[in-house]
């Protein structure tokens, strides 16, 4: 259940381009969280695939009844970076072609936590550069601290993909102005709701075209800071999406409305998705 005070409708209907749903915090009570977001007008959910198990739970969950469009993302996010192997490359290879696998990653650097080694950081998102290129998918790509060498990489490779998109983008103006160069997308989250550390996006997000510019919750993680109710539990989801939006549109000076219209077609040309959804 969320607080009344926490029940918003986005004016028009909304895509959650990052939504780790296969999270265990939402193993119990998965219904009525897509029946929330279902209520608060986000009518499609990309779920975001970091590794095997969650990709399998992904693919799953796209399969099931739902009030709400579901999706999945399929790579191996750079925390797993190690376990990249010869074997894992072919069940990838494979799994890119499901249907409901819309793009590759998540898959990139994180040099913030550094979970996995950056040599095998690099191994990793360096296949998942080609298995884009390869196949044709757009990329879902993660980046924290690592803005130099991604830009490098992705240079590398531009010419042989498709679109791509820096989901949670939270790095400073020269990486986003690198990117945005390089003819990526950009995904926002509550990050810029974050008073703490935030602040730099606000004035910088008017500079991302409507037209590569997308939202996402990243719940689980991430429950914005702007809400006007404690959540118990800090559980952030999908049907708080609206909150983001009504920020991001603050910031770039436009009403919900438009940044609603605006990154939901976006968001579905983005990963190609079904005009039969109402989203
Ligand atoms: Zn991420």
Known sequence: MLPDALTFTAPAPLVDIGANLTHESFAADLDAVLERARSANVTTLILTGTERAAIESALELCERDSPVALHTTAGLHPHHASEWTPAFADWMASAAQHQRVKAIGECGLDYNRDFSSRIDQKRAFEAQLELA???????????RDAGVDMLDMIKQWRDDLGDAVIHCFTGE???????????????????????????????????????????????????????PAKLKGR?????????????????????????????????????????????
Not at 188 to 202: A, Q, V
Not at 236 to 265: D, F, N, Q
């Open 133 to 143: 290129a390869r196949t044709q998918k757009p990329l879902f790509l993660h980046e």
């Open 173 to 227: 103006k020269e990486t986003l102005y690198g990117y945005l160069d390089l003819d990526l997308h950009i995904g926002l989250t509550g990050w810029l709701c974050d008073e703490r550390r935030g602040h730099h996006l606000r004035s910088l997000v008017r500079d991302i075209p409507a037209n590569r510019l997308m939202v996402e919750t990243d719940c689980p993680y991430l429950l914005p800071r702007n809400l």
């Open 235 to 279: 559980r952030h989801e999908p049907a708080l999406l609206p909150w983001i939006v009504r920020e991001i549109a603050h910031y770039r000076g436009e009403s919900e409305h438009e940044l609603s219209v605006s990154s939901t077609e976006t968001a579905r040309r983005f990963f190609n998705l079904p005009l039969t959804e109402d989203a």
